[in-house]
C-alpha cells in the first residue's frame, strides 16, 4: 500500500479510541433516558463494488443482484438475522471502490468508522489487495470479494494469520484460464477447427487480475499445442486498440485473447477486432459480465468464446434468470449480479449459523465449516483446489490452493463451461455432457 494510503487510513488503537471516545459523548447525551431506548435495531453490513468509476456498469449489475439476494433472504425468513442475543434488520452500505486501490481504502476507513464488522463482495484484484491491509489491523470479516488473482493466494499464503478474515469469492486465473486448453484441442482433433498455424496473442488490462489471467492463459494454451506471443497490457480505461490489433494482424496469430473488467474497453476491443476483420479465433473473457454486452457489441461479438461465468443450466438457475428479468428488465451478467447474489445470502447464512459478530468465531466458522450450495455455486473455503497440479511446472503457482475458495456446482470444483456466442445468445459447447450445442468455426477462418 502506498504510504500516503497509510497516513489516510486508520490504524487498529485510533479506531479504538474514537470509538470509546464517541461512547462516552453518547452516554451523556442519553443519561436520563430509559435504557435500551436507543437500542440498535438494525446491522449495517458494507457491500463493496465500483458503483463509480470505469466499471460502474458492473456495479450497477452488483446492487441489483444484492437487493434481490436481500429480498429473497428476507422472504425466506433468514432475515432479521440473530447475533449476540438481538433480532437485527439488515442494511445494507454502498462502499465504492471506484476501480481504483486508493479511493477504495479510503471507502473502506469510512464504513469502518460507522461501525461496520462485515464487508461483502467487490470487483478488481487491485483493490483486493490494498483492501486486504486496510482491514486486517481493524478485524474485518470480508466474505465473497471477486478480486481472484493469484497474488491475493500469495499475500495471505505468507501472512496467514495476519489475513484470516479475508475470504475469496472468486478463485485465482488457473483454475478456469487453465480450462480454455482442451477445448480448443478436442475441437482441432475432431476437424470443426483447423487453424492457419499455432500462433496466439494475449492482451491483459493492466491490473493484477489481468497480469495473472494473461500468465496462466499462456500456460493454458502452450499445453495445447500454441506459440504464445508475451501477452500486451492495456490501461483499464484504453478504448482505441487499432494499433495492437494492427500488431496481431501481421503476425498472423491464429487465436487472439483478451481480458477486460471494464464494459467499453471489452465491447471496443470485439467490435474494432471484428471491423479490422482479425483472422483469429476470439477468446472474449469477460465479455458476459454485464448483461448489457450484446446491446454493445451485435454481431461483432458472434463465435466469440467465453469461459468467464457460470451459466444457466439447472432448473433453479434458468428460474432465477427469469426472476431477475421479470424484476429488472434486463438480463443478469451472472459474475456481477448472480455471484454477489450467492455472496449475500452466504453472508446472512452465516451470521445466523455463528449467532455472533465477533471475528475469531466468524472466521472460524467460514474457513473450517461452510459449505454453502448457492444457486450458481458451491462455496468451501476448507478444501484445497486441486487444479494447480497442472501448473506446477510453471513455478509461480506453487501451493495456490491454499486460501482459494473450492467452488463449483455440477463440476467438482471450480468450472466455467465454455460458451460460444451467437446472436447475443451463449450456447455451451463444453464440457461435452452439458453441452446444448457443436463448436461452430467462425466462417472467416
Not at 440473530?82 to 454502498?94: A, F, H, R
Request: aromatic share 12%; proline share 6%.
Amino acid at each position: 500500500m502506498k504510504e500516503e494510503e497509510r497516513k489516510e487510513g486508520i490504524t487498529r488503537r485510533d479506531f479504538v479510541k474514537s470509538v470509546g471516545m464517541a461512547a462516552v459523548a453518547g452516554s451523556v447525551l442519553t443519561m436520563g433516558l430509559p435504557k435500551n431506548a436507543h437500542a440498535a435495531t438494525k446491522l449495517t453490513i458494507a457491500f463493496m463494488g465500483p458503483f463509480t468509476g470505469p466499471a460502474s456498469r458492473t456495479g450497477d449489475a452488483f446492487k441489483r443482484g444484492i437487493k434481490m439476494a436481500l429480498e429473497d433472504a428476507r422472504a425466506a425468513g433468514d432475515i432479521p438475522v440473530k447475533v449476540d442475543g438481538k433480532t437485527l434488520d439488515i442494511e445494507p452500505m454502498w462502499v465504492d471502490s471506484q476501480s481504483s486501490a486508493e479511493k477504495s481504502v479510503k471507502a473502506v476507513t469510512h464504513a469502518v468508522n460507522a461501525g461496520v464488522k462485515m464487508m461483502v463482495t467487490g470487483w478488481h484484484s487491485g483493490v483486493a489487495m490494498a483492501c486486504m491491509d486496510a482491514e486486517s489491523p481493524l478485524k474485518i470479516v470480508h466474505i465473497g470479494h471477486q478480486g481472484e488473482s493469484q497474488y491475493i493466494n500469495f499475500k495471505i499464503n505468507d501472512h496467514p494469520e495476519k489475513y484470516q478474515g479475508w475470504f475469496k469469492g472468486w478463485a485465482s486465473p488457473p483454475v478456469f484460464a487453465g480450462l480454455y486448453g482442451p477445448p480448443l484441442m478436442h475441437f482441432m482433433e475432431k476437424g470443426l477447427w483447423r487453424p492457419a498455424n499455432k500462433k496466439a496473442a494475449v492482451i491483459v488490462e493492466d491490473t493484477d487480475y489481468g497480469r495473472g489471467w494473461g500468465e496462466a492463459l499462456m500456460v493454458s494454451l502452450r499445453t495445447a499445442g500454441f506459440d504464445v506471443m508475451p501477452y500486451d497490457v492495456n490501461a483499464i480505461d484504453e478504448t482505441e486498440f487499432t494499433p495492437i490489433i494492427t500488431k496481431y494482424k501481421a503476425a498472423k496469430v491464429s487465436i487472439v485473447a483478451v481480458t477486460q473488467t471494464g464494459g467499453v474497453p471489452m465491447y471496443n476491443f470485439v467490435k474494432q477486432v471484428r471491423a479490422m476483420r482479425l483472422k483469429a479465433l476470439f477468446l472474449a473473457h469477460g465479455l458476459t459480465w454485464t448483461g448489457e454486452w450484446y446491446e454493445n457489441t451485435k454481431e461483432a461479438s458472434d463465435f466469440a468464446l467465453c469461459m468467464d461465468s457460470p451459466y444457466p443450466i439447472s432448473p433453479e438457475q434458468k428460474k432465477w434468470m427469469k426472476r431477475f428479468k421479470d424484476k429488472y428488465g434486463v438480463d443478469a451478467g451472472i459474475a456481477p449480479s448472480g455471484q454477489p447474489y450467492d455472496h449475500t445470502r452466504l453472508a446472512i447464512k452465516v451470521l445466523n449459523d455463528v449467532g455472533s459478530l465477533k471475528f475469531e468465531k466468524l472466521t472460524e466458522h467460514i474457513r473450517e465449516k461452510v459449505k454453502h450450495k448457492g444457486v450458481w455455486q458451491l462455496y468451501d473455503f476448507a478444501t484445497y483446489n486441486d487444479f494447480w497440479n497442472d501448473f506446477s511446472q510453471e513455478g509461480t503457482l506453487h501451493q495456490l490452493s491454499r486460501n482459494d475458495v473450492r467452488t463449483g456446482d455440477f463440476m467438482k470444483g471450480f468450472f466455467f463451461p465454455m460458451a460460444q456466442m451467437l446472436g447475443g445468445k451463449p450456447k455451451i459447447i463444453w464440457p461435452l455432457d452439458l453441452a446444448d450445442a457443436e463448436f461452430k468455426a467462425p466462417p472467416w477462418l
